[in-house]
């Protein structure tokens, strides 16, 4: 069992580990990967002492700040004079 100290970093690492499995998955496989990657996230909004309807919350506001990926457009930076 993971002490206090030791879930967070877990989590994040378990997170990352998670997202390559994305990328190097067969179509077929990446549901499921999809559904690790959502459990690790909710586990890792619980550690954080978070709510999902926070997370939510906070997903919805997002585009408007920044923009979103439904477009498809990426950004890759910003120049301020």
Same mark, same amino acid.
């Given at each position: 069992m993971?002490?206090?100290? $030791?879930? *967070?970093? @877990? &989590?994040? =690492?378990? !997170?990352?580990?998670?997202?390559? %499995? /994305?990328?190097? #998955?067969?179509?077929?496989?990446r549901?499921?990967?999809l559904?690790?990657?959502? $459990?690790? *996230?909710? @586990? &890792?909004? =619980?550690? !954080?002492?978070?709510?999902?309807? %926070? /997370?939510?919350? #906070? ?8 923009g ?11 120049l301020?004079?």
């Amino acid at each position: 069992m993971l002490g206090a100290q $030791e879930l *967070l970093p @877990a &989590l994040i =690492a378990k !997170l990352h580990e998670e997202a390559e %499995e /994305v990328a190097s #998955a067969e179509p077929a496989a990446r549901l499921g990967e999809l559904a690790d990657i959502h $459990e690790v *996230l909710a @586990a &890792l909004t =619980a550690a !954080l002492g978070f709510t999902e309807a %926070e /997370v939510d919350e #906070a997903a919805a506001s997002k585009p408007a700040e920044r923009g979103a990926f439904a477009r498809r457009l990426w950004l890759d930076e910003v120049l301020i004079p």
